[in-house]
């Protein structure tokens, strides 16, 4: 180009030149560590807004205080230093939800953690989000079938219900949980399972077990881990939530396990303090009862109008020695339709799923039940209550009427037959055949240490044998007069060759 060329250019240029004037909200940490950092100079963030502290590292507006925010930090708190700057984002946090993170497992920002690649979705949901109003609801009457007889039966879960599992640790509340999971195989439900501040080496083996049994194609877990920051620990129930929320609008069923909001609870509580909340009672905040409530209070049966989906949510709390009037499950209790209670004596007697059927109970009751499962289920409660209250007695045996010792001795049977391995989940079928077998009195005679036995032999012999009578209760759910006296005479050609 000649001189006179590049004179035109760059005229051309200067005329075509537009300076564009581009503000952002910009602030300072003045102080960061435990991952809480305090920023200056952002006097217009909004809570629960997203920060962008570079580096890769974002952070939640948690505090708005006249002088600082308090924000907690996403990532890798250790990079930050004082003075670093920071830029609103203007959005709120949003975790990645679709088909894609089915059968993955993630962390709660939804990063895969599985090592099988990245997660291709475009689909995001904000992780706080207000739950479905009244008019959108729908009564629960559908059930969720645990496969667990003693649940099932007695403690029945709806979809769209809230029933929570409590007990001390190690008496089996993760064992229900995950055979729950399990028996939802080609009940049309999908599992958002979330580990709240468990070992990585627990949660690594849960998913072995669940790929092992099938269950992780249609299960998502989202795991924040005992090392994980408190923040993250926080977030994962209502990632979890979120995740499981974009399903349900969909219409589809799902069931959300935060195993366990105890944990939760100890997490906001450091963040708490370290923000410099006031404390209240056990130093939790002032407002440790809305953060659960408004997680759970997001599990809905949606009706018609919105798509007919349901969130079905199995919070799990921890007890310290059976303490059931502590704060936290005091709180959670009040907010579910429900609890399942495990207690200790019950699991060391052997007496598993260790669930003390007294303090246990389902607020839908058996609006959650099949017919079928009504029908036996009701004299089921009746005979165990009857059993409780003298159970007590039993060791004075020699004492006791006749009428009196063959109530015990009902009841001892129904205690083997509602004793269930894990991973041994059965049909509602099943279930129903068994306990038909128990109230009609064809395992009174039988000896305690063989019913287990007689059981098991019963449901392979009704399902080979007496496929006819089996398919007649699938297809009518109830027990009518013809389905009943087949099934007495089946059952007792089937004692008579076990005898």
């Keep these: 180009m000649n001189k006179d060329q590049i004179i035109e250019n760059l005229k051309q240029q200067i005329t075509r030149y ?18 809480i950092a305090r920023v200056s100079g952002l006097q217009d963030a909004m809570m629960s807004e997203m920060l962008d502290f570079g580096k890769g590292i974002f952070g939640v507006v948690l505090n708005l205080e006249e002088e600082s925010i308090g924000v907690i930090v996403l990532g890798e708190y250790q990079h930050l230093k004082e ?31 599985d090592g099988k690649g990245p997660i291709k979705t475009q689909n995001f949901y904000p992780i706080e989000k207000i739950a479905p109003r009244v008019i959108t ?34 008496t089996g509340k993760t064992a229900i949980a995950i055979d729950t999971i399990i028996n939802q195989k080609g009940q049309d439900m999908i599992c958002i399972y979330v580990a709240i501040g468990q070992k990585k080496s627990k949660v690594r083996r849960l998913v072995a077990e669940l790929e092992s049994r099938g269950a992780m194609q249609y ?10 920051p408190a923040p993250l620990i926080y ?3 209502f990632a979890g939530c979120s995740m499981g929320e974009y399903f349900m609008d969909k219409g589809k069923d799902v069931l959300c396990i935060y195993d366990d909001l105890s944990k939760h609870a100890v997490s906001y509580r450091e963040i708490s303090l370290l923000l410099r909340r006031p404390p209240g ?15 759970l209070e997001r599990a809905a049966r949606l009706n018609e109008n919105y798509g007919n989906g349901s969130l079905t949510a199995l919070p799990i709390i921890e007890t ?53 499962m009504k029908q036996v289920a009701g004299k089921i409660k009746l005979e165990m209550a009857q059993y409780r209250e003298l159970a007590s007695f039993a060791q004075f045996g020699s ?39 128990a109230i009609n009195g064809f395992v009174d005679d039988i000896p305690n240490e063989k019913v287990k036995q007689f059981q098991k032999s019963l449901i392979e012999y009704m399902n080979t044998n007496a496929k006819k009578v089996m398919e007649s209760l699938k297809e009518k759910k109830e027990i009518t007069k013809e389905i009943e006296e087949e099934l007495k005479k089946v059952i007792g050609e089937f004692k008579k060759s076990f005898l």
């Design 18 to 35: 537009q300076s564009e004037v581009k503000t952002e909200s910009v602030g300072k940490v003045i102080e960061v560590g435990d991952g």
């Design 83 to 113: 003075g670093d700057l920071v830029k609103k984002t203007g959005r709120i946090l949003e975790v990645p939800v679709g088909d894609a993170l089915v059968g993955r497992v993630v962390n709660p920002l939804g990063e895969p953690i």
């Design 137 to 170: 609801r729908q009564s629960v009457n559908k059930p969720v079938q645990t496969g667990i007889t003693s649940i099932d039966a007695m403690i029945p879960i709806g979809r769209g219900q809230r029933e929570l599992i409590i007990g001390d640790r190690q």
């Design 219 to 228: 299960s998502t877990v989202v795991v924040a881990s005992a090392s994980d």
């Design 235 to 237: 977030l994962s129930p």
């Design 281 to 295: 009672r056990e130093a939790y905040p002032g407002d440790i009862f809305y953060l659960h409530s408004r997680l």
């Design 320 to 372: 310290q020695a059976g303490d059931i009037s502590a704060y936290i499950p005091t709180n959670v209790i009040s907010i579910t339709d429900g609890q399942i209670f495990l207690e200790s004596d019950l699991f060391y007697q052997g007496i598993r799923p260790a669930i003390n059927t007294g303090l246990s109970v389902s607020r839908v009751g058996s609006a959650a039940q099949i017919k079928a």
């Design 399 to 437: 004492d006791l009427d006749e009428a009196t010792q063959k109530q015990i001795r009902r009841g001892q049977k129904l205690t083997e037959i509602l004793k269930q391995g894990q991973y041994e989940v059965a049909s509602v079928f099943d279930q129903v055949v068994v306990l038909f077998s």
